[in-house]
C-alpha cells in the first residue's frame, strides 16, 4: 500500500483508510503503521535531539514529540477521534454559513495527527486549523508536512506555547476547541488544565472535542478482566468520580471533592480502580480497553480500603490526577 515516499497520493489512500469507519482492522492496522513510517521520514523527527524527551510544565508533563508522533498507532484512539471531529466539524458547518470552521488543536504533536488527515475530506474554504504544541520540534515537524503536501491554506496559525497558560487571540472566532493533551484517568498528562485554560477565554458554544471524559470508582480484579467469561470480572461500581466537558471546565467548582462508600473489603486479587470513558463527538467514543487512554488505572496511594469506608476523591489539575483520602464525617 502506498509508494516509498509521502506525496499526496499516498496521504490520500492511506488517511483514507483511518477515516473510512468500515475499515477493517487489519487494514487499519496496516495503513497507521505505513503511514507512520512515511510520517517520521518526511519529518526526521526520531532522528531530532530535541525530540526525545517529555517537558514537565507547572501542570502535567507533556509527551516528547517522539512519543506523542506515536499516538498515532492507537488505532481506537485515532479514529474515534478522527471520526468524531470529522462530525463536529459537518455539524458546524451550516452554523459557519460561507466562513470556514476554524478548529484550535492544542497539543498537535509532530504529525497533528488529527488534523492534517482530514484535509483529504474538506476543501480549504470550509476548514482552518490553529495548531499548538509547546514543542519547538513538533511545531517544526509540522510545518515540514504542511510545505510538503502543501496544505498552508488549511493552517492558520502555528503556535509554540504551554497551552495550559497560553492566552488566545480575540479573533478569529474558534468553532471548535480539540484537546489531546490526555492519559488514562486523566493522570500525568495537562488535559484538565490546557481545556480550562482554553475554553473559558472562547465562546459559550465553542464546541469541545473530546465532548466528555468520564472517570468513574469501582472495585475490579484487573487479571480476571481480559476474560470476559470469568465470573470473577463483575466489577462493585461505586460512583463517578469527576467529569471533564464545556460545562464544567468553565465552573468554578469544578474540584469539589466527590465521596463513595466502600460496600465492603476488596477480594482477593480486586483493586480500587479508576475506570475512563471518553465521548468524542456524537456517538463516536472509547470505553474500557478501548484505547492506551481508557485503560482501567489503578489506585495504589490509599487508607485501609474497609467495609463501610467512606473515601473523598479530588481532582488536582497541578499534579494532574484524582487524589484518595478517607472522607472526614460531619
Not at 1 to 23: C, I, K, Q, Y
Request: aromatic residues 4%; negative net charge; hydrophobic residues 45%.
Amino acid at each position: 500500500m502506498g509508494s516509498a515516499s509521502l506525496n499526496h497520493e499516498t496521504f490520500r489512500e492511506l488517511t483514507g483508510v483511518l477515516l473510512d469507519p468500515d475499515s477493517t482492522p487489519g487494514d487499519t492496522f496496516t495503513a497507521a503503521n505505513r503511514l507512520h513510517v512515511l510520517l517520521d521520514e518526511a519529518t526526521r523527527i526520531s532522528a531530532a535531539d530535541d525530540a526525545k524527551e517529555p517537558t514537565h510544565l507547572p501542570t502535567g508533563t507533556a509527551l516528547s514529540p517522539v512519543d506523542a508522533g506515536r499516538c498515532l498507532l492507537d488505532l481506537a484512539r485515532t479514529r474515534a477521534y478522527l471520526l468524531g471531529l470529522t462530525a463536529a466539524i459537518e455539524d458546524l458547518r451550516t452554523r459557519c454559513g460561507d466562513r470556514p470552521v476554524h478548529v484550535l488543536y492544542a497539543g498537535c504533536g509532530p504529525f497533528a495527527t488529527l488534523a492534517l488527515p482530514l484535509t483529504t475530506r474538506f476543501a480549504p474554504d470550509t476548514l482552518r486549523f490553529t495548531l499548538l504544541d509547546v514543542h519547538a520540534a513538533s511545531i517544526q515537524s509540522v510545518q515540514r508536512l504542511v510545505d510538503q503536501l502543501e496544505l498552508a491554506p488549511y493552517v492558520q496559525h502555528m503556535v509554540q506555547a504551554d497551552a495550559a497558560a497560553w492566552t488566545a487571540p480575540a479573533n478569529p472566532v474558534v468553532d471548535i476547541l480539540l484537546v489531546e493533551t490526555m492519559q488514562r484517568a486523566l493522570t500525568n498528562e495537562p488535559q484538565v488544565a490546557v481545556t480550562r485554560n482554553l475554553l473559558r477565554q472562547l465562546s459559550d458554544d465553542t464546541v469541545l472535542v473530546p465532548a466528555r471524559i468520564t472517570l468513574r470508582a469501582c472495585l475490579a480484579n484487573p487479571s480476571a478482566e481480559v476474560d470476559p467469561a470469568d465470573p470473577r470480572r463483575d466489577r462493585v461500581e461505586l460512583g463517578t468520580l469527576f467529569e471533564l466537558s464545556a460545562a464544567t471546565a468553565r465552573a468554578a467548582d469544578a474540584f469539589k471533592p466527590t465521596t463513595v462508600t466502600l460496600p465492603r473489603a476488596p477480594a482477593a486479587g480486586e483493586h480500587l480502580v479508576i475506570a475512563t470513558a471518553v465521548e468524542v463527538h456524537g456517538n463516536h467514543a472509547l470505553g474500557d480497553y478501548d484505547s492506551g487512554i481508557t485503560f482501567p488505572h489503578i489506585v495504589t496511594d490509599t487508607p485501609p480500603l474497609e467495609a463501610g469506608i467512606r473515601l473523598a476523591f479530588t481532582y488536582d489539575q497541578n499534579l494532574p490526577g484524582l487524589r484518595v483520602d478517607r472522607a472526614h464525617t460531619a
